[in-house]
């Protein structure tokens, strides 16, 4: 009965009050997302709450503009661009840890991850910079390589902790029933692999889909989707259309997360081919 | 007859490299290390070494010609203050995402049943992802003079914060909350349940265990949460200029200077944030934060 009480949330006074803190933290987190969405659909095309009535109007607007739609295709292209990028580049550092030990392993990890976590308007200016130095172009290719920099983590955080779950055990009996290293990859190893991969490269996508930051500094004059939204910020005429646009770049973020928790989180990878 | 060639070819490759691991590390990691040092790191100090060159007053174009002036000119007291604002705002925001983030991720770590559990991590994860600019705009439509906000508020003689510094800080909570949440569920889970009882069992009371027990067990995963909020804080100049353009944070600053054009200003500015998120790094991975990651 005593440390019943005394451990946090197991007190029914605690943990109703848990309870209650929790949902207030889920619907700050909803309310201002649901806004845009509701706002997509709001008959008065203006920013004034509470909306005045339901119509599919902007939605239909957004379909037929053609700036929008254009951004909307670019944005598809470089996120895919970028994703395959770092799926692959991301599994070849994958398996090279996890399957290997070396001197400077550990360092390997805090090199990828700096450049998701350094300060992006750095990011964007350094590459920026080094494009007019090198007189590279500016644009879709300089777009994808920088998202590629920072989205190779994603896929490499995925497929690392998947192959430290499944042993290396797998692979030795592979191998000491004759296979060679190349079949163990085909047969054993990348099995095990392919759904982290997957669900590494959906929020690559998810992550390259959305970037602004450094984008900004090496597209141009290519737009984005983002870019597309950030510029009709400034354009009253067109806050309609950033409603509708919002709920497109909600969705085409948030979809491809979901699988992706959905991929990982299903444990049983051994077995299934 | 034996095997086709090809096929003994790829098994003589296999055995080759089955006898050379170190080459087969390096088939592996050679590309992505390789592209990755070459592209960011190569541009990282390409930066780096704009910040010893001058500009042309006339032009703004880049001279390369050494000078020191561009780092005597972060000494001035604009960016200074500049500087010390955004850290100050990076260090609130910090806070106010540990105190929020605390109680959702205890009950998702350590009251909620598996199955609530991963439904609340996909409900925390998918705002993380959710459009970046969506949400600034959202916040946008809250605090306008005819938002939510002050529609809400309104019946009480209340007024919303409007658009400047507590309205910026509401966002960057908003923006970086999950972030902190997630690495704070994963290093609550970790805690063993007999940690508890066996503090309990010593007469512990609820507010002693979460000071002297749980708290202290929480900070790698506070430090990891913690890196995401400065990091995305410090890079930020979206989120000023659209929700307090009166006030300027360093990275508006630096894309200002950038803009001039004033790149080896600009460059010598960057290193600021650079610096102390690296250092950052090095003291986060030191506190075991980046197995809390």
Redesign the interface.
């Known amino acids: 009965m005593?440390?019943d009480?005394?451990?946090?949330?197991r007190?029914r006074i605690?943990?109703l009050?848990?309870?209650v803190?929790?949902i207030a933290?889920?619907i700050?987190?909803?309310l201002?997302?649901s806004?845009?969405i509701a706002?997509a659909f709001n008959k008065s095309g203006t920013?004034?709450?509470?909306p005045t009535g339901f119509t599919l109007e902007w939605v239909n607007a957004a379909l037929n503009n053609r700036g929008l739609k254009d951004a909307f295709m670019t944005s598809v292209g470089i996120a895919l661009g970028a994703t395959f990028v770092a799926m692959?580049?991301?599994s070849?550092?994958a398996?090279?840890?996890a399957r290997?030990r070396?001197f400077g392993r550990d360092t390997?990890?805090?090199?990828?991850?700096?450049?998701i976590?350094?300060?992006?308007?750095?990011?964007g200016?350094?590459?920026s910079?080094?494009f007019a130095?090198t007189d590279l172009p500016l644009g879709v290719m300089a777009i994808i390589?920088g998202h590629a920099?920072f989205c190779?983590v994603l896929v490499?955080n995925n497929v690392i902790a998947r192959l430290r779950r499944v042993s290396g055990t797998l692979e030795e009996a592979s191998a000491d029933l004759g296979a060679?290293?190349?079949?163990t990859f085909r047969f054993v190893t990348f099995p095990q692999m392919r759904t982290a991969i997957l669900a590494g490269a959906l929020?690559a996508f998810?992550?390259s889909f959305?970037e602004?930051?450094v984008t900004f500094f090496v597209a141009g004059g290519v737009k984005t989707l983002?870019i597309w939204?950030?510029q009709s910020?400034r354009l009253a005429n067109q806050v309609a259309l950033?409603n509708v646009a919002?709920l497109a770049?909600?969705l085409l973020?948030?979809i491809p997360?979901?699988i992706a928790?959905r991929l990982t989180?299903d444990s049983s990878t051994v077995g299934r081919t | 007859m034996g095997p086709p060639p090809a096929r003994s070819f790829?098994?003589g490759?296999?055995?080759w490299?089955?006898r050379h691991?170190?080459l087969?590390?390096l088939l592996?990691?050679g590309?992505?290390?390789g592209?990755?040092?070459l592209?960011?790191f190569?541009?990282?100090a390409?930066?780096f070494l704009?910040a010893f060159w001058q500009r042309d007053t006339f032009t703004g174009l880049v001279q390369r010609d050494f000078t020191l002036e561009n780092f005597l000119d972060l000494a001035r007291p604009v960016f200074i203050t500049v500087t010390l604002r955004t850290l100050v705002m990076a260090a609130a925001v910090t806070l106010t995402c540990a105190a929020?983030?605390f109680?959702?991720s205890?009950?998702?770590a350590?009251?909620a049943s598996p199955r609530v559990r991963?439904a609340?991590?996909?409900?925390?994860?998918?705002?993380?992802?959710?459009?970046?600019?969506?949400?600034i705009?959202?916040?946008?439509?809250?605090l306008?003079e005819?938002?939510?906000l002050n529609?809400a508020l309104s019946p009480f003689g209340l007024k919303g914060p409007g658009f400047g510094e507590v309205g910026l800080w509401l966002v960057f909570t908003?923006l970086w909350?999950?972030y902190m949440?997630l690495p704070l569920f994963a290093g609550l889970e970790r805690i063993p349940?007999s940690v508890?009882?066996a503090?309990?069992?010593l007469g512990?009371?609820?507010w002693t265990?979460?000071r002297r027990v749980?708290l202290p067990l929480a900070i790698p995963a506070l430090v990891a949460g913690s890196?995401?909020t400065f990091?995305?804080t410090?890079?930020?100049?979206?989120t000023p200029g659209?929700i307090a353009s009166g006030r300027q944070f360093i990275?508006n600053l630096?894309?200002a200077d950038?803009g001039v054009p004033n790149?080896p200003l600009?460059?010598a500015e960057?290193l600021v944030?650079?610096a102390i998120?690296?250092t950052y790094?090095v003291i986060a991975?030191r506190l075991g934060a980046?197995d809390a990651?």
């Open positions: 005593r440390y009480r005394a451990v946090m949330g007190g605690g943990r009050g848990l309870l803190a929790t933290v889920l700050f987190m909803y201002p997302l806004l845009v706002y920013q004034t709450w509470p692959i580049l991301g070849l550092a398996m090279g840890v290997h070396f390997v990890s805090f090199l990828l991850v700096l450049p976590s350094l300060p992006g308007v750095v990011t200016m350094a590459l910079t080094t130095t390589v920099t190779v490499y060679d290293s190349f079949q929020l998810a992550l959305d602004i930051i983002p939204i950030f910020f950033v919002g770049a909600i973020s948030v997360v979901y928790t989180s | 790829r098994r490759l296999a055995a490299m089955e691991p170190r087969r590390l592996l990691l590309l992505p290390l592209a990755l040092v592209i960011y190569g541009s990282l390409i930066l704009n929020i983030a109680p959702i205890y009950y998702m350590r009251v991963g609340m991590v996909v409900a925390v994860l998918m705002p993380l992802w959710a459009s970046y600019l969506i949400k705009y959202s916040w946008k439509l809250i306008s005819d938002g939510v529609w908003y909350l999950p949440i349940s508890l009882e503090s309990a069992d512990a009371r609820t265990t979460f749980i890196i995401f990091s995305l410090l890079g930020d100049y979206i659209q990275g630096i894309l950038f790149l600009a460059a960057a944030p650079l998120i690296i790094l991975r980046f990651l």
